[in-house]
T-cell receptor, first 109, second 115 residues
Framework: GQNIDQPTEMTATEGAIVQINCTYQTSGFNGLFWYQQHAGEAPTFLSYNVLDGLEEKGRFSSFLSRSKGYSYLLLKELQMKDSASYLCAVRDSNYQLIWGAGTKLIIKP | ETGVTQTPRHLVMGMTNKKSLKCEQHLGHNAMYWYKQSAKKPLELMFVYSLEERVENNSVPSRFSPECPNSSHLFLHLHTLQPEDSALYLC??????????????FGPGTRLTVT
């Protein structure tokens, strides 16, 4: 079967750095997405990785290792507004998105 | 209006009711999606339309019936639902379906409660 694993919940301090991991076992790979979802709101796109390596976008970076079936989302200089759920999704060989259950990130002052 | 809109935002219905959820995208996209989101579970893809044709139907019960009259509008018709169908129903759109790194843009969702 296809599976995406993420930690259920993480806590971090304002101003710090946090890394949210995602491991996947899917039938084929055609890209990995990270989305942010604030409580009661729609998911919004953060990043897309299809090749190995690090993609940086401001305070957010996403890393991919296809050989290890592994990705992480790195958030720097955490702000209270970063409190949200972070969803990892992998596009499989049929170009269907397989979603993780999301990681709830709690930021404390 | 911009982005992806959904109506209603909240819906309470009995098991014998018939209702419809509406989604509209103002992005000029060619693909539209219905998802079900339950607490602490992954997003479940229900239906995909590409260029107004249904391309995915992931073993969804027949009490859910999608309709895509044009590339900007998507409906989900509901009838004789069960309490376990209570969830957040999200609509999304993307530039295209299939190849390419096309991210999906989501609407705010309809919070459905079946009593």
């Amino acid at each position: 079967g296809q599976n995406i694993d993420q930690p259920t919940e993480m806590t971090a301090t304002e101003g710090a750095i946090v890394q949210i991991n995602c491991t996947y076992q899917t039938s084929g790979f055609n890209g990995l997405f990270w989305y942010q979802q604030h409580a009661g709101e729609a998911p919004t796109f953060l990043s897309y990785n299809v090749l190995d390596g690090l993609e940086e976008k401001g305070r957010f970076s996403s890393f991919l290792s296809r050989s290890k079936g592994y990705s992480y989302l790195l958030l720097k200089e955490l702000q209270m507004k970063d409190s949200a759920s972070y969803l990892c999704a992998v596009r499989d060989s049929n170009y269907q998105l397989i979603w993780g259950a999301g990681t709830k990130l709690i930021i404390k002052p | 209006e911009t982005g992806v809109t959904q109506t209603p935002r909240h819906l309470v219905m009995g098991m014998t009711n018939k209702k419809s959820l509406k989604c509209e995208q103002h992005l000029g996209h060619n693909a539209m999606y219905w998802y079900k989101q339950s607490a602490k579970k992954p997003l479940e893809l229900m239906f995909v339309y590409s260029l107004e044709e249904r391309v995915e139907n992931n073993s969804v019960p027949s009490r859910f019936s999608p309709e895509c009259p044009n590339s900007s509008h998507l409906f989900l018709h509901l009838h004789t639902l069960q309490p376990e169908d209570s969830a957040l129903y999200l609509c999304a759109s993307s530039q295209a379906y299939g190849t390419g790194g096309y991210e999906q843009y989501f609407g705010p969702g309809t919070r459905l409660t079946v009593t």
